[in-house]
């Protein structure tokens, strides 16, 4: 068998088309475009480069793209202010604070301190309640990705057997309650899961989101499966350079799985092209417009 190699540069660059033929509609009922507020504290370059190409798709769909570059040393409560101004604006449809932040500033409270409404990453706590308890709201961008690209692959995903690994706040937890609503019959596995390849190999989706290059092996998935790899890491690639590599061994997956995302070009586009989305529903909701369908 090989594998089906799921497309994500192609499935979000759709998305992206599909997000910036909704806004003229949206500027016409509204008399403004959405806007997408972007917070960067320090030098991180990982997080520059992340933001720069943010910035670009935002204004490449016809949003309203502002990016807030402020020192490493900024404190927290300079961070909050910024945040309560950016809630009090009106233009202001999605607010973003690029993580990781500085390790004098509480993330957790950052985050607490976005409108829930504005808080385009889905990270607040009243989101992810919004998510566990089936609610409308705005959704972590990486997960809902994964689901947009297994329902394309999949059709209904309706009583599947899944299996995600990880249970991070950001892809982990809503991974599984976005599949759960689903009607998927859901593992959330971990570290401490008991004999973890006998788990997923009873998946009929896995997804592997822990961050550890190439650890789910091919003995480990069932043949015709789909395999979501969330991971991107940075090795050795043996000739003094590196190379990106996600959660699983591609190469040995793609012989038994039925289906399965490479890195890069997989999940990753996903992630901004959701961003986008979530702006533009967001500035929906937030001007009292129902939503775009197909988004």
């Known amino acids: 068998m090989s594998a089906r190699v799921i497309d994500g540069k192609a499935f979000a660059l759709a998305l992206r088309e599909r997000v910036a033929a909704a ?24 997080s520059q480069v992340y933001v720069r190409s943010k910035g670009k798709a935002t204004e490449a769909a016809g949003m309203a793209s502002v990016t807030h570059r402020l020192p490493a040393d900024t404190t927290q409560a300079e961070l ?31 985050i607490a301190a976005i409108d829930p409404d504005k ?47 990880g249970r991070s706040n950001i892809v982990g937890k809503p991974m ?17 899961t008991r004999d973890l390849p006998a788990v997923c190999r009873r998946a009929d989706i ?24 969330v991971g991107i890491n940075r090795i050795d690639d043996g000739a003094g350079g590196t190379k990106l590599v996600g959660d699983v061994d591609f190469a040995g997956l793609s012989e038994v799985a039925g289906a399965i995302t490479p890195v890069p070009g997989g999940v990753g586009p996903m992630t901004i092209a959701v961003l986008l989305r979530n702006t533009l529903v967001a500035a929906h909701l937030r001007a009292g417009l129902a939503p775009p369908a197909g988004l």
């Not at 009922?29 to 320090?42: D, E, H, K």
């Not at 910024?82 to 950052?110: C, F, K, T, W, Y």
């Not at 599984?176 to 401490?192: E, G, M, P």
């Open 176 to 192: 599984a309650q976005l599949l759960t609503a689903r009607s998927c019959t859901v593992t959330l596995a971990h570290s401490r």
């Open 23 to 46: 806004v003229p509609a949206f500027r016409a009922a509204t008399g403004r475009v959405p806007g997408l507020s972007v917070v960067i504290v320090g030098e991180d370059a990982a």
């Open 119 to 165: 808080d385009v990453d889905g990270f607040h706590v009243v989101n992810a309640g919004r998510l566990a308890a089936g609610l409308p709201g705005l959704v972590p961008c990486t997960p809902l990705g994964c689901v947009m690209l297994l329902e394309d692959v999949l059709g209904d995903l309706a009583g599947l057997d899944a299996v995600v690994i």
């Open 206 to 229: 896995l997804v592997a989101a822990v961050g550890r290059p190439e650890m789910v092996k091919a003995d480990w998935v069932k043949p015709g499966a789909t395999v979501i790899d």
């Open 80 to 110: 909050l202010a910024l945040v309560a101004a950016l809630n009090a604006d009106e233009a202001v449809d999605g607010i973003l604070v690029q993580l990781p932040l500085p390790r004098h500033i509480d993330e957790s409270a950052v």
